[in-house]
């Protein structure tokens, strides 16, 4: 509600003052996000985005893009919800599309998964035999030590709150260093999974793993498990058009994992 997040805005203005880290006398709105959750209020029309405000429609246009027109006429369907988000001058439009793939795999071919540190080792299974080990380097715990480095000399004697240091610690593009090598990764093991018609066997790590993997560390060691992003790869291999099935420490699939719907 608007008088919700007023209220919210207003009680986070008045911390931030108490603190001495407002900047300006009074709250000011610096980023406006609107969401349209049915399809009914906004459309793709001829190269714009058509919005049902309480002045009637509007139209917004945008700049041709390779990708969204990729997915309008691939396949893909196009979801009810549309995400609007002011960037100075320009709106930024967050489109979402789903589309169904039938899996087919071959039970007794299996590829299974290692994550560790630096490195992803990959053993493919073809008719319950091993066939292949892949061993791809990601290098993901080197990065973050090197990142690290980097950013207690950045913010050396210096707060982390100030602008300078913040944009200077924004330009270090850590998140999405890390993205791109486990978006690259994952794409790797697709493109196995397909071809060869296998399950992707891949160990359950949440949260709780995670906070178990930091206690009882050293400082250093708990800061790079903190900062490696441990159960990213099953997040992304979940979201592609393959069978993913996630192992519990003892051997056991979890509640909630993909299962074949045979056994």
Do not use: C
Request: proline share 2%; charged share 35%; hydrophobic share 35%.
């Amino acid at each position: 509600m608007p008088i919700e997040d007023a209220v919210r805005r207003a009680k986070a203005f008045r911390e931030l003052l108490k603190k001495g880290r407002a900047y300006t006398g009074k709250p000011e709105v610096r980023m406006v996000k609107i969401t349209y959750s049915d399809n009914q209020d906004w459309g793709l029309e001829n190269g714009g985005i058509m919005l049902r405000t309480h002045r009637g429609w509007i139209e917004l246009r945008y700049r041709n893009n390779k990708q969204l027109y990729r997915y309008l006429y691939s396949g893909w369907r196009l979801s009810s919800e549309l995400k609007l988000e002011s960037n100075g001058r320009r709106v930024i439009a967050y489109l979402a599309f789903s589309r169904s793939f039938e899996i087919t795999y071959d039970p007794s071919n299996v590829v299974s998964l290692d994550v560790n540190e630096n490195n992803v080792t990959i053993l493919v299974f073809r008719d319950g035999f091993l066939a292949g080990i892949i061993r791809v380097e990601t290098s993901l715990g080197k990065i973050v030590i090197a990142y690290s480095v980097e950013r207690e000399r950045i913010s050396r004697r210096r707060s982390t709150v100030g602008r300078d240091v913040r944009r200077k610690l924004r330009k270090l593009r850590e998140r999405d260093r890390k993205r791109d090598i486990l978006y690259k990764v994952a794409s790797i093991i697709e493109d196995l999974a397909r071809e060869n018609k296998t399950v992707v066997v891949i160990g359950d790590i949440d949260g709780d793993d995670k906070e178990r993997m930091e206690r009882n560390r050293g400082r250093r060691l708990m800061h790079r498990i903190h900062r490696w992003s441990v159960s990213k790869p099953r997040k992304l291999l979940e979201d592609r058009p393959i069978h993913v099935v996630r192992v519990s420490e003892k051997g056991v699939p979890k509640r909630g994992s993909i299962l074949d719907e045979e056994d």
